[in-house]
């Protein structure tokens, strides 16, 4: 094995240093690292981090985060002839190198554990804390795989897919009141099965209700840390949540988002969990709350007639009657549902095409309405595309999501999206998330299954929701695509 010349610091050692037992028991490859093709022939003072491309489990994410400088670990695998011959290796061929250096490098475990805990607190406080704090470059910590960044090109389109924007259907929700209702139902499922998202305007909630949950937001996310920070818990079943990155306890890479979760049912007993500053917060954000419940109601009523739950042809008044009984009833539940709000706040970031302010997801629950401020960051994919959502001041944006995906049996699609950062603007938007109470089943409306149609879904609930994202990764379509049925 090659000696290296050139000192490797103790940091860079720290990000790669495993036991010679933890060695034993690893698979082959936990991890592995690339020199892009178009990279291998630079030297190595002009290789930068861009220049790899990694192929990580989130363990070796959580590993390599303790490292600070990557450059002498560069210059490790460049020089070893056989990996520049690959251009790539894994995991347990930069430890082998590693350690065949001299003992007198490894940094002693204790150091090496302080470094990290100290890196580690500073993250759990969050992407506001950081930037406060005057950061110049995103940490690794934030750093997605090449792959997984926002501006990757799609080999299809040989697009820059952030230069896309979209101007999603447009639902005029005054129209659905009047004599247009049954046109502008046809757009609404034509939105919901071609999209999975559509722009609410003409809503009817008042511009300042609106206007002032963005502003109790922004002024909630202004507080000192101590103030936020009595908000933090690592239990997801708390009322209120303050916290960092998607799920701070599994992300192997953090996202650059901070956020808030209020529960919002029931609300009474809720309501004295909801922060107490700023001193206006709880008022505010009560009246916005309970203004979005009453929309979402109404979209719902509107949702189940498109779906042609509620106009099938009658034979008899009965039949009219039956059906309008199952409407009320199916309301009634929802009235009694769930309701999560979620502000989240994407602070500057200094290296924007490096990470996401959320990562591709899609939306636990059966309508999402969002609010959000005139910055724009929200993407989603449409046709095998990332493309960036026109914000229209004072509209909703509204997406399917994974139980009405289910409850219509596939026809509307619950759709992926994400968030882009950038290096200017701080951005603010408040998600209202609503279902069914968290204790009912979700399941595949009987009336939309047919011989022709047969059911695509199995039951679930909230609970399986809740061991499914502690157990693995939320992101992506994986939930809903753990609940498909196969024949
Ligand atoms: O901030 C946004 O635009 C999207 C937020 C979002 O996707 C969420 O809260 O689930």
């Known amino acids: 094995m090659k000696r290296l010349n050139t000192p490797v610091t103790a940091s860079d050692m720290g990000a790669l240093f495993l036991t010679a037992n933890s060695v034993a028991k690893r698979p082959a490859s936990i991890g592995s690292v690339r020199i892009l093709p178009e990279c291998s022939e630079k030297s190595v003072s002009k290789l930068n981090l861009d220049d790899i491309e990694e192929f990580s489990t989130s363990e070796f994410q959580h590993q390599r985060s303790m490292c600070r400088s990557k450059k002498s670990l560069l210059k490790t695998i460049v020089e070893e002839p056989q990996i520049r011959g690959n251009c790539s290796t894994d995991f347990l061929k930069w430890k082998e190198l590693l350690l065949s250096m001299s003992p007198g490098m490894v940094m002693p475990e204790e150091s090496r554990k302080a470094d990290y805990d100290s890196l580690e607190t500073q993250y759990q406080k969050g992407v506001k804390h950081l930037y406060d704090n005057g950061i110049e470059h995103v940490p690794r910590k934030y750093i997605l795989p090449a792959s997984e960044r926002p501006n990757v090109v799609n080999e299809r389109s040989r697009d820059a897919t952030h230069h896309i924007n979209l101007k999603l259907p447009i639902i005029d ?62 239990d997801m079943g708390s009322p209120v949540r303050y916290g960092t990155s998607y799920n701070q306890t599994n992300d192997g890479v953090f996202c650059w988002r901070d956020f808030l979760k209020l529960v919002c049912h029931p609300l009474p007993d809720l309501l004295p969990h909801w922060p107490s500053s700023p001193l206006d917060f709880r008022k505010l954000a009560v009246r916005y709350a309970k203004e979005v419940k009453f929309l979402f109601l109404m979209l719902v009523d509107a949702i189940l007639e498109s779906l042609g739950l509620m106009n099938k042809k009658k034979t008899t008044e009965k039949d009219e009657d039956k059906d309008e009984d199952e409407k009320k009833e199916i309301l009634k539940e929802f009235e009694d549902g769930s309701q999560l709000m979620v502000m989240n706040c994407y602070p500057p970031c200094p290296q924007p095409d490096l990470t996401l302010g959320m990562p591709p997801h899609s939306d636990y629950g059966f309508l999402t309405l969002l609010l959000q401020d005139e910055v724009k960051g929200l993407q989603i994919q449409h046709k095998e595309n990332w493309v960036t959502v026109e914000p229209i001041p004072g509209s909703f944006v509204v997406n399917v999501g994974d139980h009405l995906e289910i409850f219509s049996n596939g026809r509307y699609k619950s759709v992926l999206h994400r968030v882009l950062v950038n290096s200017m603007n701080y951005r ?4 209202s998330l609503h279902s069914l109470p968290f204790k009912s089943t979700v399941q595949p409306c009987p009336k939309l299954i047919s011989e022709t149609n047969p059911r695509r879904y199995m039951d679930t609930d909230f609970a ?10 939320a992101t992506k379509k994986s939930f809903l695509q753990s609940r498909k049925l196969t024949s």
């Open 173 to 234: 929700f005054s129209e659905l009141q009047g004599p247009n209702r049954s046109q502008v139902l046809t757009s609404l499922a034509s939105a919901c099965e071609n999209y999975g998202f559509f722009q609410l305007v003409n809503h009817g909630i008042p511009y300042e209700i609106i206007s002032n949950m963005v502003d109790v937001s922004k002024r909630f996310f202004e507080l000192p840390f101590s103030e936020r920070e009595k908000y933090m818990s690592a």
């Open 428 to 431: 603010i938007s408040v998600a």
């Open 464 to 473: 399986t929701f809740l061991d499914y994202i502690k157990s693995r990764d």
